[in-house]
């Protein structure tokens, strides 16, 4: 498995379906991953239920995880383009699962019980690039808080 994102990027000889399954893992990966550090930091709390969510919410194999997230840490350290994964997801899934995407960046940034200014940015940027309106976004919110309670 040398270098995930190549493979999602075009290197790799994975079939289509094997490809598109590896790119929706790596936008999901990359958004919770940012949101996880939105406020310059990222709690040990906010990354085990990144990896919580990308297993239990979105079918992202156990086994890929460590990898997974290490890329989405190399990318990190480069600019990241919200704009690609976004347009990536709202090509791919529909409004109800990125609700459902929405709602687990949620959960990602309350994890650590704070919000700081920076992650309620990141999320309101993050629904706008998702077509979804305000009122998804404080649903989603309302219920990210009620699962972490």
């Known amino acids: ?24 893992h790596l936008a999901l990966a990359v958004l919770l991953f940012e949101a996880a550090f939105a406020d310059g ?15 239990a919410n979105f079918g992202v194999p156990s086994e890929d995880i460590d990898q997974l997230l290490e890329e989405t840490a190399q990318k990190h350290e480069e600019y990241v383009d919200l704009f690609r994964y976004t ?10 699962k990125k609700m459902k995407i929405l709602e687990s960046v949620w959960q990602v940034i309350l994890a650590d019980g704070h919000l700081e200014a920076h992650e309620d940015h990141f999320v309101h940027k993050l629904a706008s690039l998702f077509h979804l309106n305000h009122q998804d976004l404080i649903d989603a919110k309302r219920r990210a808080r009620k699962t972490l309670s």
């Open 87 to 96: 347009r990536f997801i709202n090509e791919n899934f529909n409004e109800d």
């Open 1 to 24: 498995m040398f270098n995930l994102i190549n493979k999602i990027l075009g290197g790799g000889s994975a079939g289509a379906t094997e490809e598109d399954a590896l790119s929706a």
């Open 41 to 55: 930091e990222c709690s040990d709390q906010e990354i085990k239920h990144l990896k919580q969510t990308l297993m």
